[in-house]
């Protein structure tokens, strides 16, 4: 299994920025799609950007043009960088990761989440 960590999140102002990372770690391991959800509370958890071990990107519309998803293959490391900020970005942020391993997959790993806060 893949063990996520992640680290970045806090507390800024409306129109500021944060930058999360996600460190993957594991056995065996080869990881084809790794990404960013939120989660507000009272509610389910939602996309917020994806990227291929190819670097192919997909992000939520509400994101576009203000966050950007970037990878580091060698370090098995996911980035998200969030810049002009609102505090309708409040929520709770997890990484997410699809591998397989020399046994089969796809596995579905998610980190423990970081909490992002945007003050008006």
């Known amino acids: 299994q893949v063990r996520l960590v992640e680290s970045g999140g806090g507390l800024v102002q409306a129109g500021g920025s944060l930058r999360l990372s996600c460190a993957a770690s594991?056995?065996?391991?080869?990881?084809?799609?790794m990404g960013w959800y939120r989660q507000f509370p009272g509610k389910q958890r939602e996309l917020v950007a994806t990227?291929?071990?190819?670097?192919?990107?997909n992000y939520a519309d509400s994101v576009k043009g203000r966050f950007t998803i970037s990878r580091d293959n060698a370090k098995n490391t996911v980035y998200l960088q969030m810049n002009s900020l609102k505090p309708e970005d409040t929520a709770v942020y997890y990484c997410?990761?699809?591998?397989?391993?020399?046994?089969?997959?796809?596995?579905?790993?998610w980190g423990q989440g970081t909490q992002v806060t945007v003050s008006s």
């Open positions: 594991g056995n065996d391991f080869s990881i084809n799609v």
């Open positions: 990227i291929t071990s190819g670097g192919s990107t």
């Open positions: 997410n990761t699809i591998s397989h391993t020399s046994f089969g997959g796809p596995y579905n790993s």
